[in-house]
């Protein structure tokens, strides 16, 4: 219930513990219709706005307990894992108000062979291929096939699970690390090969109320661990928005033959699309192409796009929600924002954990630069540690990109960490557009 006619003010629990999730708190604070925030897990950042409560993103009962416990007018789910578990049903059984799709509208993200099969299904552009339940049959594919070439572990795999191969023999090794081996667990159990893509990479995200779509400004994610895209695939290692190749004539074309084509093929299957879709997109030669989904926030795209977004995120929540996206004027300013992760060296493989950080005091909103906080924790001091790969996202928003991106850089140095890591590239395609 919003702070309308009835004056009351809103209660909103924000399920999640990462930097997508301190962004989403962030920008809820902000509404003039919320009274107070909760956080399950949380963060060390997202405790300065937020009561953070010990509760897990998979306990379904026990978050749903803690909602009614606390009368919460409004949940927003940020994590993937839980929207594919059905966490949004278990809120929806039990009368409470949610934001984020279904179980079964979550499967375009929890199953990329189900994802490739609707765009086939309904002609909206991707690349060739193929599904496979047997490594067998994998390889016996590959050796006819064209390098390189993308393999995909089916289910969730933290952004991982996706691997390019220039060779035969990279290819056969990457079936046997994702079917075999189990690399990603559960999620090889079925395998997609499809076709290597060549063009630039863009993140668009879009609310969505199971009809209507309100496209957000567009992002662009450094997935490699190392600079010049180089190293292991990881959750993100920063972005920037706008992406200055996603220009208004592509963005026409993805509206009408990407994302409404992919809401209405979701509603005529009986799985209506409630939440945010994150569409990845390949700008190829042959015009734009879909690499994957998302059922949720992209992360770190989130850390760059809410600083950017001037309408209340609760009413967009709520439209969503309600069906009443098309009442919404979402407006984004016409700025630009950089994000720079600061991760612990070693990610995403081995890295120590638990270290001091400091410099979180010197950022203001007012200068228009943000820490987000992705893997942090308290110390039995109070003192802010380190607790995850990603530690921080630092954000600067200017009046273009390139001042947004030296300005971003600018403000890394602000924070120091004893294994603090960070690419020294990030948004440096800026310069060719």
Known sequence: MSSDASGRSMKVLIVGGGGREHAIAWKVSQSSKVDKIYAAPGNAGIAEIAECVPIGVMEFDKLVAFAREKEIDLTVIGPDDPLVGGIVDAFEAAGLRVFGPRANAAILEGSKAF????MKKYGIPTATYENFTDADAAMEYLKTAKMPIV???????????VLIC???EEALAGVKEIMLDKHFGNAGNKMVIEEFMTGREVSALLFCDGTNIAPMTSAQDHKRAGDGDTGLNTGGMGTFSPSPFYTKEIEEFCIEKIYKPTMAAMRAEGRPFHGV????????????KVLEYNARFGDPETQVVLPRMETDIVDVFEACIDGKLSDIDLKFDNGAAVCVVLASDGYPQKYEKGLP?????????ADGEYVFHAGTKFGADGAVLTNGGRVLGVVAKAGDLKAARAKAYKATEKISFANKYMRHDIGKAIDEA
Request: charged share 25%; net charge negative.
């Open 357 to 365: 950080i400091s410099g979180l005091d010197r950022f203001s909103d």
């Open 115 to 118: 994802s490739k099969d609707l």
């Open 166 to 168: 220039n060779t035969l």
């Open 277 to 288: 879709m994150f569409v990845g997109l390949m700008l190829t030669p042959d015009g734009p």
């Open 151 to 161: 393999l995909k572990a089916d289910g969730l795999a933290l952004g991982k699970g």
